[in-house]
């Protein structure tokens, strides 16, 4: 059973990072190099889509990780797995201050009402978001060493 969890927990977590690395760096340079407000448009919908979907990703990850670690507690590779789940916690605290409040705002924005400011604080969202994805890479790290 211990082994289904450990394939199943890194599973789910390697596919989140694979999410989040693809928006950093795929659908975002695509986004960014679109004309008119195509860009922000895609953007605020993706801000939409992903707000509602990722949170539950980021904290069913961070349990199933949790739930790894007290079921394995006395076999090889917990102080990996305890790793791994203090980085996933810090991407969700990072989440939770730096990047929901920026895309919060962001998602709500049309050409007519978006501020002056709008791609300065786009740039901080992706510069966060860069961050936030080397978080999880080295948390999907040390999972998949703990399988080892």
Known sequence: MLNALQVFTT???????????????????ILNALPGDSGQLGRAHGGRMLGAVMPVWYVTSLALVAI????????HGTGLIVTSAALLLLSVIMSILLLVPINNRGK???????????????????????????VIIAAFTLLVAALT
């Not at 599973?11 to 975002?28: D, L, N, Y």
């Not at 790894?68 to 076999?75: C, D, K, L, V, Y």
């Not at 709500?108 to 961050?131: I, L």
């Open 11 to 29: 599973v789910v977590v390697g596919v989140m990072v694979g999410v989040e690395f693809s928006v950093a760096f795929v659908i975002t340079p």
């Open 68 to 75: 790894w670690a007290i079921a394995g507690w006395h076999h």
């Open 108 to 134: 709500a924005w049309t050409p007519d009402n978006r501020p002056a400011d709008w791609k300065q604080q786009m740039n901080r969202w992706d510069r966060f978001h860069y961050v936030r994805v080397a």
